[in-house]
């Protein structure tokens, strides 16, 4: 009973490895065919196309392309002011969001926010 099942088992463990190996060679010709079926000439030059339409590689052209496209280096911290107070509370009174007064002034929304409730311009919270 026991050496039948291993007699089954060895069997349908040559027939996955003689799949394992079939499968492998397909592949390998479906990939080597795939630059000429596409129109190019060589697998390098088939690779760098993909690689340039997925947006794939190394990553160090993505890094390059942040650093040139960002600032111009470390962010300065905005200084809050009574002039800014007294902007944020004549932007409010305008019926501009904190979103566009953040925009306006270049200061965070978080900022906003702290300066429209010191001018009790917001309601608190209420508690639970």
Do not use: C
């Not at 079939?22 to 993909?50: C, Q």
């Not at 409730?117 to 209420?126: I, N």
């Amino acid at each position: 009973m026991i050496n039948d099942t291993m007699k089954r088992l060895d069997a349908a463990r040559a027939k996955v490895s003689a799949l394992e190996a079939n499968l492998a060679t397909e592949r390998s010709k479906e990939l080597a065919s795939l630059p000429a079926r596409y129109g190019f000439s060589s697998a390098a030059e088939f690779a760098k196309a993909v690689r340039a339409a997925g947006g794939g590689g190394s990553g160090a052209g993505r890094v390059k392309a942040a650093k040139a496209g960002g600032g111009s280096g470390k962010r300065h911290r905005a200084v809050i002011t009574s002039d800014t107070k007294s902007q944020v509370k004549t932007l409010v009174e305008g019926g501009k969001t904190g979103a566009e007064i953040a925009k306006v002034l270049q200061i965070s929304l978080p900022s906003v926010q702290n300066i429209k409730k010191e001018l009790g311009l917001v309601k608190a919270r209420k508690k639970k």
